[in-house]
């Protein structure tokens, strides 16, 4: 709540939005936004461009009354709907709209002039991902797909955050997420192995790794992870589901993984999946005393729902 709040009022006061006009127009907000309407629709009622920008009705109509007095707008029956104006721009109406984008595009182009490369990128990406989570009606659901060049090291880097956040282990667990994704990557046979990524909204929400195991029946779950804003939206059950599936259509017999009791949120979904607790060992690993755990599946049965 207050980052939202203290981006709002960073935003407004930068881009100049609180002042009386806007970008030197003699237009308020409100009214710049009701210009652009007009000037982007074909002939928009006044209730249709009142429900687009979400303003009370009697506010656009005042404002539409002072266009149509200063030779901003034209009017004409609605032949479809005889009590409805059809709007549109004047040729004074299109040379104030001209004029008040090309005093808009100066102030962006102005705002980001002044900061460096690095800034300006950064800033261009995140107004994109704001625009995208507005516009879109529904939360956006986890999407699964396969590796693309960069995934490894964005798993191997996020673990090793994560990790060390959550349980405070130390950078030993990287090395040995990255020597275990090198491995996969050198060593990938596509008849034994598969991987995938979830994404939300086009951001990596987690990730799954299905590799070969020591015996010729047996594969190995490797790697589980899910992004903390991600969590509760299915998508580690979705990841496990994936891997299982994939294991036995592949014609392996069992699946086993190694993990540590402290994962408590992996060990429930590996339950749900039937997966069966074969061994636990205490060591001590990633700086840290640790339990770790055998987990084991047999693909020739069917795995609970």
């Given at each position: 709540?207050?980052?939202?709040?203290?981006?709002?009022?960073?935003?407004?006061?930068?881009?100049?939005?609180?002042?009386?006009?806007?970008?030197?127009?003699?237009?308020t907000?409100?009214?710049?936004?009701?210009?652009?309407?007009?000037?982007?629709?074909?002939?928009?009622?006044?209730?249709?461009?009142?429900?687009?920008?979400?303003?009370?009705?009697?506010?656009?109509?005042?404002?539409?009354?002072?266009?149509?007095?200063?030779?901003?707008?034209?009017?004409?029956?609605d032949?479809?709907?005889?009590?409805?104006?059809?709007?549109?721009?004047?040729?004074?109406?299109?040379?104030?709209?001209?004029?008040?984008?090309?005093?808009?595009?100066?102030?962006?182009?102005?705002?980001?002039?002044?900061?460096?490369?690095?800034?300006?990128?950064?800033?261009?990406?995140?107004?994109?991902?704001?625009?995208?989570?507005?516009?879109?009606?529904?939360?956006?659901?986890?999407?699964?797909?396969?590796l693309?060049?960069?995934?490894?090291?964005?798993?191997?880097?996020?673990?090793?955050?994560l990790?060390?956040?959550?349980?405070?282990?130390?950078?030993?667990?990287e090395?040995?997420?990255?020597?275990?994704?090198?491995?996969?990557?050198?060593?990938?046979?596509?008849?034994?192995?598969?991987?995938?990524i979830?994404?939300?909204?086009?951001?990596?929400?987690?990730?799954?790794?299905?590799?070969?195991?020591?015996?010729?029946?047996?594969?190995?779950?490797?790697?589980?992870?899910?992004?903390?804003?991600?969590?509760?939206?299915?998508?580690?059950?979705?990841?496990?589901?994936?891997?299982?599936?994939?294991?036995?259509?592949?014609?392996?017999?069992?699946?086993?993984?190694?993990?540590?009791?402290?994962?408590?949120?992996?060990?429930?979904?590996?339950?749900?999946?039937?997966?069966?607790?074969?061994?636990?060992?205490?060591?001590?690993?990633?700086?840290?005393?640790?339990?770790g755990?055998?987990?084991?599946?047999?693909?020739?049965?069917?795995?609970?729902?």
């Amino acid at each position: 709540m207050a980052t939202l709040r203290a981006f709002n009022r960073t935003y407004t006061r930068r881009l100049g939005l609180l002042g009386p006009h806007l970008d030197d127009s003699p237009f308020t907000l409100s009214e710049a936004r009701i210009l652009y309407e007009l000037a982007n629709r074909t002939d928009p009622t006044g209730a249709a461009i009142a429900r687009a920008l979400q303003l009370d009705p009697a506010q656009v109509s005042r404002t539409l009354k002072r266009f149509s007095g200063r030779g901003l707008v034209a009017t004409r029956d609605d032949p479809a709907h005889g009590r409805h104006q059809l709007l549109s721009l004047t040729a004074v109406g299109r040379a104030a709209f001209a004029a008040l984008e090309g005093n808009t595009k100066t102030a962006i182009d102005g705002l980001l002039d002044s900061l460096p490369p690095f800034s300006r990128a950064a800033l261009l990406a995140a107004a994109e991902t704001i625009t995208r989570m507005f516009e879109n009606d529904a939360s956006p659901r986890p999407v699964l797909r396969s590796l693309r060049p960069g995934d490894l090291g964005q798993v191997i880097a996020r673990q090793a955050m994560l990790y060390a956040e959550e349980y405070g282990w130390n950078s030993d667990y990287e090395a040995l997420v990255a020597r275990i994704l090198a491995d996969f990557h050198q060593s990938f046979d596509p008849a034994r192995e598969d991987a995938w990524i979830a994404d939300i909204d086009e951001r990596i929400a987690g990730s799954i790794f299905l590799v070969a195991g020591d015996a010729p029946e047996v594969a190995k779950l490797r790697l589980l992870y899910v992004e903390p804003a991600a969590r509760g939206a299915g998508v580690g059950k979705m990841l496990v589901t994936a891997c299982i599936e994939r294991a036995r259509a592949m014609g392996y017999a069992r699946l086993d993984l190694w993990t540590n009791s402290v994962l408590t949120a992996a060990r429930h979904i590996y339950e749900q999946a039937g997966f069966v607790l074969v061994d636990e060992v205490p060591h001590r690993s990633f700086g840290k005393d640790l339990v770790g755990q055998t987990w084991s599946l047999n693909l020739q049965n069917r795995s609970p729902a």
